[in-house]
């Protein structure tokens, strides 16, 4: 009998899992909590809602190294994108996928061999049984705040609620954390606030606008009129705006099936952050790791699961599944990195790849390589030149195996 699949999310990841699992002739189901597909790309003038996208946001990845396998973003756009522009692709790659819109997922849990999967729709309660769950909700989602609660006598947001630069005119803005939330903020305040602080251990650009002053420190607390550093320097400032990243979340799943540990940082337990190592056939988790090329890593992430649900490749024993955890805590030790960082594979991405496309026994796209080697260019001219690298655009040459800089 046909497997029947279920999705949750309908965002990039989600998309992909529906579009390959059909591909393999399996049946699925999409269910997303909203009223369209996108997930994160999807920008909303409101606040507190799923998606944490901004006004103006441009992509920090080019298109070329974005798009899932042949299906190219339009010609004309230029390498980095804005978030319309994703967000139209997206839409042109989920046609025809069957998703139930404005369903939320309430449930999951494990009865007779299968997943009774129960989602609420307005009012109406519905409940199916599925052979094989996709976990693909995001993780930009739900805010790390550590400065929730506070005494400042400004305005405090995380950057999950932040919009657009202009509601910030004449503004003195601390931004707290320079990862990509944190610089794109502070480059985007730079047009309209008066002064912005950049406080963070990774602040430390070489040319930023003057009106942003950079503190490479971590903050200590939030005080009533500012910040407080480690070093016990007091930044003021009227308004706040915390980008210290997000938390993954699946309120759908018991404690006994999934933990979700060190902060909110690691899930577990997981074998190559995809496959559930107690259901290595029939649960997974497509895009859980941080700092990646996105799209086309959830593809290799989806067709690794699928060959484990369709016994296209072998499943390691289960102590290789569970030992994962311990071993790639260790590993991510040596290279210096924190157990919060467990899904941080940044320039190990490559090998990663490699890896998960050996053990699902399908064949590597040659053009990953172009992928790697422009990924790797960006990550010089991201360090260098942080204002400017997004004026980039490639050139593929007609085999798609090499590109060239065409304008900076
Ligand atoms: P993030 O990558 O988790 O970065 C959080 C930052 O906050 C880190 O630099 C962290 O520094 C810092 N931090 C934490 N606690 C701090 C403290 N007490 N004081 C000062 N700094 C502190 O989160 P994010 O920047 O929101 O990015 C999340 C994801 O969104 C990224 O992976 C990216 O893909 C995506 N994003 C993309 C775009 C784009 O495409 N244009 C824009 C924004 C976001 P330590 O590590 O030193 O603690």
């Known amino acids: 009998m046909t497997k029947r699949v279920c999705v949750i999310g309908a965002g990039a990841a989600g998309l992909a899992a529906a579009k390959y699992s059909l591909a393999q002739g399996l049946e699925v189901e999409v269910f997303e909590q909203t009223n369209s597909v996108g997930g994160t790309w999807v920008y909303s003038e409101q606040t507190g809602c799923h998606s944490s996208m901004y006004q103006n946001l441009k992509t920090n990845l080019p298109k070329e190294v974005m798009q899932f396998r042949d299906v190219p973003f339009r010609s004309e756009l230029p390498s980095f994108l804005t978030h319309e522009d994703v967000l139209e692709y997206l839409q042109e790659f989920s046609r025809g996928l069957p998703i139930n819109f404005n369903q939320t997922v309430e449930s999951v849990e494990r009865i007779d061999n299968m997943w009774k999967v129960t989602t609420h729709h307005g009012t109406g309660i519905n409940e199916q049984l599925f052979d094989i769950v996709f976990v693909c909700n995001g993780h930009y989602f739900e805010p790390n705040n550590p400065y929730k609660d506070n005494d400042f006598q400004g305005t405090l947001i995380h950057s999950h609620d932040y919009r657009r630069a202009k509601d910030y005119i004449d503004k003195e803005v601390i931004v707290i954390g320079a990862g990509p939330s944190g610089i794109d903020i502070a480059l985007q305040l730079s047009d309209t606030a008066r002064k912005i602080t950049l406080i963070s251990r990774k602040a430390t650009y070489p040319t930023l606008p003057e009106n942003i002053t950079q503190i490479s420190q971590h903050v200590k607390k939030v005080v009533e009129n500012g910040c407080e550093t480690d070093d016990g320097t007091v930044i003021t400032a009227d308004t706040i705006i915390v980008c210290t990243g997000y938390f993954y979340r699946y309120p759908f799943l018991n404690d006994e099936i999934l933990q979700v540990k060190e902060n909110n940082q690691l899930v577990s337990p997981i074998f190559e952050h995809v496959v559930h190592a107690d259901y290595p056939d029939s649960l997974f988790f497509i895009g859980l790791n941080l700092v990646t090329i996105t799209f086309p890593l959830f593809e290799y992430q989806v ?65 990953m390589k172009t992928i790697e080697n422009i990924t790797q260019y960006l990550h010089e001219q991201r360090k260098s030149n942080v204002i400017g690298y997004k004026n980039i655009n490639f050139k593929l040459s007609d085999d798609g195996m090499d590109y060239e800089v065409v304008r900076c």
């Open 303 to 367: 067709k690794m699961a699928l060959a484990f649900a369709t016994g296209k490749a072998p499943i390691p024993d289960r102590q290789v599944l569970i030992d994962y955890e311990r071993n790639q805590i260790e590993h991510q030790k040596s290279r210096g990195l924190e157990t919060r960082f467990y899904h941080l594979l940044q320039n190990e991405q490559w090998e990663y790849l490699r890896r998960i496309a050996k053990i699902g026994g399908f064949e590597e796209w040659p053009y």
